[in-house]
């Protein structure tokens, strides 16, 4: 099959979270299967330039339609990792993807209709054919809706969409006149059925284009399918998704076992792997070393973290004193764009800067969380919700023991030590129901309970953890599937 990615996001390139990773992920392993992939990105200024090989001009003439005039775009084209990219960079006094930033603009919806629009302009005019187009997220919901309304009649007949909901939270709710920014007809669009948002009567949802123009939605777990359809998770698209509930399901997203995988990984100074741990102390002792913190017989409890409401942040800080004042070791990685948490977690690393026990690193940095993943004893994830998660995955490839709140996509992958119904080789962490400060400490607690009582029995649910395969391999053949039914 020859399937084309359309997306804001592919790791390592252009990364902000795990829709980069699953677009990368994803397009690997589709690639290994021996199908034809490639991916189609905007030209940010800020990508990682240096993870582009061969990165030349492909198109030097893509017209864009665009507000009653078109907007003349190049094409560049590398490999990522591998994959095969295509970049659009428009020439344009608006600086669609100019802006040291991949999100956070006033203007986001009319940056990535542009972006849609001139994905299928190039798709068009490069006459390429894919059997199978695979958008994600609200910033390419109007792919498929483009597809439909306008490129099916100039003659692009064959491409099937499949569409993947990565967050509900986020979903393009904006103006109509957007729409216009896309080349498309508000008149036409604007209704109940189409792309009326739900909640503010007269403005337009980019999500819900997508959902209803793509011939499959797939979202990243199971247990988030369901909640989205069935509770407020769907922030008002439920009766969208049960509307169109024959062409929807869950996926549970892969782990890129050749970037993420204890037994290859570079960046550690000890390789390790199921059989044997033993690296494994040797990385917490590292990762020490390299924070400062001291080297005693304690836990270490970690989180890697966007710090975003969504991520439980007031229960990360919980974590962190709770830890602390239960003889263990903390180290936080992650980063905030709302200025207020920002400042709230600067605000925690000056309050903690003396304490030998504690480092917090407040930014983004993929080497650090490599050694983190390895050296850390236990993960936690509060999230509110968690669509799919990678970091409880993640981490239990690397024997980390993951602490997590029971929803979405931690549901379908923590099992927990004391109350799974699985037998012991089959349990991986420690979960908790209750999105407050006790159901944390109940499996906080426990988890580093077992580790000081019971090591070997802590040891082996690092080591179950480990042995799970969480790698592309399942979800790769879903949407194989996925994609054969909607071409039959
Ligand atoms: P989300 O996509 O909601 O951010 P996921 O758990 O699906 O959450 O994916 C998070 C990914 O981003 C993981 O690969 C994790 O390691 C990485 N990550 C998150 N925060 C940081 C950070 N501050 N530095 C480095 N990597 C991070």
Redesign the pocket.
Known sequence: MFIVMVSSECAPVAKV???G?VVQGLAKELSIRGHSVEVILPMYDNMRYDRIWGLTQTFDDLWVPYLGHAVHCAVFFGFVDGVKCFFIKPHSSHNFFDRGTYYGNRDDPDRFAFFSRAAMEFLLKSGKHPDIIHCHDWQTGLVPVLLYEIYMHLGMGHPRVCYTLH?LKHQGVCGPEVLRVAGLDPNRLMNGEKLLDHTHPTACNLMKGGIVYANFVSTVSPRYAEEIRSSDLGHGLQGTLAAHAGKFGGVLNGVDYNFWNPEIDWRLPKTYGPNDISGLFDCKDALRDRLMLQDRFKPLVAV???LDP?KGVHLIRHAIFYTLANGGQFVL???ASEQGINDEFWGLKHHLNDNPDVHLEI????DL?HLIYAGADMMVVPSAFEP????QM?SMKYGTVPVVRATGGLADTVFDANYAHKPYEERNGFTFEHFDTAGLESALGRAIGLWHRYPRYFNQLRINGMRRDYSWNHPGTDYVNIYEWIRA
């Open positions: 979270g795990g829709l990773d967050n890697i973290s966007r969504q990685l992650g980063s930014g983004y940095d993929d969380a799919c998660g990678l970091t993640i």
